[in-house]
């Protein structure tokens, strides 16, 4: 049987890093299985550049580029790690070098977006801006989605936030195109998140709502209760982190006694600072309404 090949571009832009190390974490299936085995019988991800794990360097890696385009279009997946860098024409982040001459992360993103099949926003700093977006984003640091509006781009768009992003929301999204194509409108939220993983407030699972509902809060970091009174996101925050957990379902961030900080929000950094302090700005039960501001 022919093995259908789906060809992914995989760019960091203005980011740490952490996402793809989130990604080569992934445990079921492993990153081993999801770049050399058929992720499904007859289907592979074809990882064609990804800087942090590809072998080549320089112009060979640069070719790998302008070839996807020219001779795939609208047949790959582009993946955005990290904010995109727009102040000085984008001169503040760059991929590498064409013809010798350099090339922006802006530039990089937009011209591979407008050809891709479907883009995926991975991570909040590339879904929302994140923390390269923060005030006073001196390097005028944008989400991907506002780069494409601003560039006239309608290439469908998938956000996969996170700071990191669970390994498998993103492989869980990718599996999803291999299956069924792309998502349709009722299958993401008004922030292009899939509602498969995006779908209910961390508070609406969390294992201490029942400390929550009975008003026994957390004074300090270690005590037994709610953390809300500690800086907790959970009431305001999407994800299903409760559920899923980190590490291969070892922990997550409050199972280790440690408020959520609201990462996957389009408001990270900014609205969901400073991190330990009680949230004010809404009362619950709508205090979902914080991070209406934010879009």
């Known amino acids: 049987m022919a093995v259908q090949e789906y060809p992914v571009v995989w760019l960091q832009c203005a980011a740490c890093s952490g996402c793809v190390v989130s990604v080569l974490n992934a445990v079921s299936p492993s990153i081993t299985h999801v770049l050399l085995d058929e992720l499904f019988p007859g289907k592979h991800v074809n990882f064609r550049f990804q800087s942090t794990v590809m072998a080549a360097a320089g112009e060979l890696a640069m070719e790998v580029l302008t070839d996807t385009m020219e001779q795939l279009p609208n047949a790959y997946v582009l993946v955005v790690e990290g904010a995109v860098p727009t102040a000085a024409n984008g001169v503040y982040g760059l991929v590498g070098e064409r013809a010798g001459e350099a090339l922006s992360m802006w530039e990089s993103v937009c011209a591979l977006g407008r050809e891709a099949l479907a883009t995926i926003a991975l991570g909040t700093c590339a879904a929302f801006g994140g923390i390269p977006a923060a005030k006073p984003n001196p390097t005028g640091c944008v989400s991907v989605r506002d780069a494409f509006a601003a560039a006239g781009i309608d290439t469908p768009l998938i956000n996969v936030p996170g700071c990191p992003p669970h390994p498998e929301w993103f492989i869980g999204t990718v599996a999803e195109i291999m299956l069924h194509g792309l998502p349709n409108a009722d299958a993401l939220d008004e922030h292009l998140r899939p509602r498969a993983f995006y ?55 409050i199972g280790n006694n440690a408020p959520c900080n609201g990462c996957v929000e389009p408001g990270f950094p900014d609205i969901a600072s400073p991190f330990y302090a009680k949230l004010t700005d809404v009362a619950i039960p709508k205090i979902g309404e914080c991070w209406a501001k934010a879009t």
């Not at 699972?205 to 005590?223: S, T």
């Open 199 to 253: 779908g209910q407030l961390i508070h609406e699972n969390c294992p201490r709502r029942a400390y929550f509902d009975e008003g026994k809060f957390a004074k300090k970091l270690g005590d037994e209760g709610c953390l809300y009174e500690l800086g907790c996101k959970g009431p305001i925050t999407h994800a299903d982190c409760p559920l899923r957990l980190w590490n291969g379902g070892v922990n997550w961030v």
